[in-house]
């Protein structure tokens, strides 16, 4: 195993070639957002890291669940002592992958103790409503449609760090859960702490119709957003 | 000098959107570009080297999967390769091998034998016909570069 547990599955020379970063990375900078990025598609891993490194992140991408749990230390063999210190701010997984779905990870980060409060989201090719209801019903933070674009994931990021910014029309892009019908506008922001990160404390924070869609360019096709198809349906959260 | 650097602009200019325009690449190309910067000046060469790569291997495993003479066809061994192609090409902006994608996607669904190799032949002369395609626009930004100009931004709108 390399220095950093061999997890990052990009091959060195690619990684360098592309500027994306080194192998052996410095201890991780306590303000820095460190995500955890799985996709089994290569070219998928390389655009998804590049993505989240010009906003910023710390980024480890590996190329199954099981290589995420056991990044996590939630595998079955005995967690090495690093990881109590592990830092991880955000996973952001494929949802069709060999072997283990990214539901499948998804439900096993829920059940943990140590990552449970950590958001989870998943990105998929395919906009099918049932799939990305039981998602968000096991607790994903977020639903992306692939092909990812930088402004997802700069979306994505803004509600990661502590002080959230208010757009200029007030509206906080708060992006998963349905809103109550109607919207009233919002008073106040409130800090996405990862503590509060649970669906349920989502359920508090009000959004504008408007905020809720993705992008234009995120749209793959002529169909509606995801996240637009979910306010039509009766919360089914908790 | 200059005029060498401005009529290599604009060859590459006209080149890239006539790329998009015959729809060779979509919006999600232009994606890839926003990620480029002096930092990592060649990323979408990179990653589009990674895909034409992937290309190679998942069309190899369609043909073998479909190849008849070792026993019956698994299509959904063909539809699985199928699947990831459509998912990188997707992600590099390659249009017309994505739609290609689409279509093989249902033949291997509908476990139509002539269709998907009808299909596969297309992929493999398609993602190559991109690949010369995309060598000309990279040759055209690096004849820039050596004529000391910088590769203009293309507005594809």
């Known amino acids: 195993m390399s220095k950093d547990g061999g997890v990052s599955c990009l091959r060195r020379s690619e990684m360098i070639g592309i500027g994306i970063g080194e192998l052996e990375s410095p201890p991780l900078d ?172 989502l359920l508090s924070m009000v959004v504008d119709d408007d905020s809720l869609t993705l992008s234009p360019e995120s749209i793959a096709s002529p169909v509606d957003s995801p996240l637009r198809r979910r306010e039509m349906k009766s919360p089914g959260l908790d | 000098m200059d005029a060498l650097i401005a009529q290599l602009q604009r060859q590459f200019r006209d080149y890239t959107i006539s790329l998009y325009q015959q729809g060779f690449l979509d919006d999600q190309f232009t994606e890839l570009k926003k990620l480029q910067d002096d930092g990592s000046p060649d990323f979408v060469a990179e990653v589009l080297t990674l895909f034409f790569e992937d290309c190679v291997k998942l069309i190899s495993n369609m043909a073998r999967a479909l190849d008849k003479t070792t026993g019956t066809v698994d299509f959904s061994q063909v539809g699985a390769s199928v699947h990831q192609l459509k998912g990188s090409s997707s992600s590099v902006g390659a249009k017309r091998v994505k739609a290609l994608c689409v279509s093989f996607k249902e033949y291997c669904e509908a476990k139509n034998y002539e269709g998907c190799v009808r299909c596969l032949q297309q992929v493999d002369i398609e993602y190559k016909a991109l690949k010369t395609k995309l060598q000309d626009m990279f040759n055209l930004e690096k004849q820039i570069i050596q004529a000391g100009g910088r590769v203009p931004q293309v507005d594809i709108n």
């Not at chain 1, 991880?88 to 949802?95: F, G, H, P």
């Not at chain 1, 959230?164 to 809103?179: E, F, I, S, Y």
Request: proline residues 6%.
């Open chain 1, 30 to 201: 306590s303000d820095q957002v460190h995500v955890l990025a799985v996709d089994d598609s290569l070219v998928d891993r390389i655009v998804i890291e590049r993505l989240l490194r010009i906003t910023s992140c710390k980024v480890t991408a590996v190329d199954s669940g099981w290589r995420a749990l056991e990044f996590l230390g939630l595998d079955d063999k005995k967690a090495a002592v690093e990881f109590d210190r592990l830092k991880v701010d955000l996973i952001i997984t494929d949802y069709c992958m060999p072997g283990m779905t990214g539901y499948e990870l998804l439900k096993k980060i829920k059940e943990s103790t140590s990552f449970k409060e950590v958001p989870v989201v998943i990105m998929s090719s395919e906009n099918v409503i049932t799939r990305i209801d039981r998602c968000l019903e096991e607790g994903a933070e977020d639903f992306l449609l692939k092909p990812v674009k930088l402004a997802d994931v700069k979306r994505l990021k803004n509600y990661l760090t502590k002080d959230v910014k208010v757009a200029a029309d007030g509206n906080k892009r708060k992006l998963t859960t349905p809103p109550p019908p109607p919207p009233p506008p919002l008073s106040s922001t409130s800090s996405m702490e990862s503590s509060d990160s649970t669906v349920e404390s």
